[in-house]
């Protein structure tokens, strides 16, 4: 910058090259515990529905862990099973102390990162993302730290799988029932659907998990379908 800048000029150039650096991020998902996991899977026994539940959470957790600028997943679970193969895939597991639903064990983990690591960025990811890819989770990421608040929404285009606020924004996550307007009401910006197929699939029935196949399982969803094809059959 010449040495005659003046101070509004140099104020704007800080802030652009702020807005450049790469953000790392810590990623929140919270698991329920097994046993009144995925409810609505009707048709699947109660033990074989707690292993799918648990082999989508296990297959969420490592593509979150191996995504590029995440530098922390917070698994926030009660579960002991999830805690203990988070800790093993490299989550960082803090139990549900607010246990009060979905939205304030986010803002509790993304709270717990702030506390530890003030200049990262904060997500929230759903747990059923059996078919997600690392590159999706990266690419929603970086376009959250252009934008500042922005989600994706889910395949059904009414729900959300992924909320991130960048550094310096408010985290104040909507998922739930049609938490794609409530997310456009907080002034999130929806992020382009068409670059996320895998993420988008969230799974809640069997019909979701036929779709997911579809596009492509984790290896720990794959396995145990491959071990019971009853699983998905009609």
Known sequence: MAPDADPETAQFVTRQSARLRPVSWSLVIPVKVLAQAKSRLT??????RSELALAMAADTIAVAVSARSVGAVLVVTDDPVVSD??????ALVLPDAPAAGLNDALAYGAAHSEAIWPERGRAGLAGDLP???PEEITAALEAAARLGAAFVPDADGTGTVLYAAAPGSQFRPRFGPES???HL??????????RFAGLRRDVDTIADLRLAAEIGLGPRT???LAADASIVLP
């Open 85 to 90: 193969i988070a800790v093993g895939l490299g």
């Open 43 to 48: 048709g699947i026994a109660g033990q074989r």
């Open 185 to 194: 009401a907080s002034g999130a910006a929806e992020l382009d659907a068409s």
């Open 180 to 182: 794609r307007e409530r």
């Open 131 to 133: 078919a997600a890819q």
């Open 222 to 224: 794959r396995a145990l």
